[in-house]
């Protein structure tokens, strides 16, 4: 069974650049999650992918999107970046209608 | 959304003695209650979860009960190790749906 993978593992950005990040579920899951986790916070749920739809979104503006692929693979984009967007960005991977949700390592996003 | 609430921010314990965290929620609605454990630099891993039709669930040395008329849960490690230093949070279903949201989260030292 492959675990949840996340790339890359760090990344600088500008402000006002955009950013793409990418993650791999979980083997047999398909319903994708995308948090913030800003330092020394809890995560803070973005949205949810299910089937490649957005189920779900959290209180983030419309520069934060995200796309699933057929085979489960997602990303998230955020334009326009800000400062405040610094942030260890995971994902966590589960089967539609579990609780159960199996975090990926992070992308620890700094932007300047 | 699901607002939760974990209390304390940071705990140091000696070795051998126990642990204590606390959460509250406030959608009576909620029927899933997991914890995490975040070790410095890692992905956030589930260590015991508790549904709504149990007040009290035990994995070896961690346990977690479930108060659901006063909407509290609470995570309590027993025999701390060095290896139990750690940042722990709760977590409780997103407006009742499958999406997480998540308490800010307790520092956990155990001290030799």
């Known amino acids: 069974e492959t675990g949840v993978t996340q790339s890359p593992t760090h990344l600088i950005k500008t402000r006002g650049q955009q950013v793409t990040l990418r993650c791999s579920s979980q083997?047999?899951?398909?319903?994708v999650s995308w948090y913030q986790q800003a330092l020394g916070q809890g995560p803070q749920f973005i949205f949810q992918?299910?089937?490649?739809?957005?189920?779900g979104r959290g209180n983030f503006p419309p520069r934060f999107s995200g796309l699933q692929f057929p085979n489960y693979s997602s990303e998230l984009n955020v334009n326009a970046l800000e400062l405040d967007d610094s942030a260890l960005y995971l994902c966590?991977?589960?089967?539609?209608?579990?609780?159960?949700?199996?975090f990926g390592p992070g992308t620890r996003l700094t932007v300047t | 959304g699901e607002n939760v609430e974990q209390h304390p921010s940071t705990l140091s314990v000696q070795e051998g003695d126990s642990a204590v965290i606390k959460c509250t929620y406030s959608?009576?609605?909620?029927?899933?209650f997991p914890w995490y454990k975040q070790e410095l630099g890692k992905r956030p891993q589930l260590i015991i979860d508790?549904?709504?039709?149990?007040g009290e669930k035990k994995d070896q040395r961690i346990a977690v009960t479930l108060n659901k008329t006063a909407k509290h849960f609470s995570l309590h490690i027993t025999e701390t190790q060095p290896e139990d230093s750690a940042v722990y949070f709760c977590?409780?279903?997103?407006?009742?749906?499958?999406?997480?949201?998540f308490g800010a989260g307790t520092t956990v030292t155990v001290r030799a």
């Open positions: 083997s047999g899951h398909n319903t």
């Open positions: 992918y299910y089937r490649e739809e957005e189920n």
């Open positions: 959608d009576s609605a909620s029927n899933y």
């Open positions: 966590a991977s589960t089967f539609f209608g579990s609780y159960e949700q199996y």
């Open positions: 508790i549904r709504s039709n149990v």
């Open positions: 977590a409780a279903p997103f407006r009742g749906d499958y999406k997480l949201s």
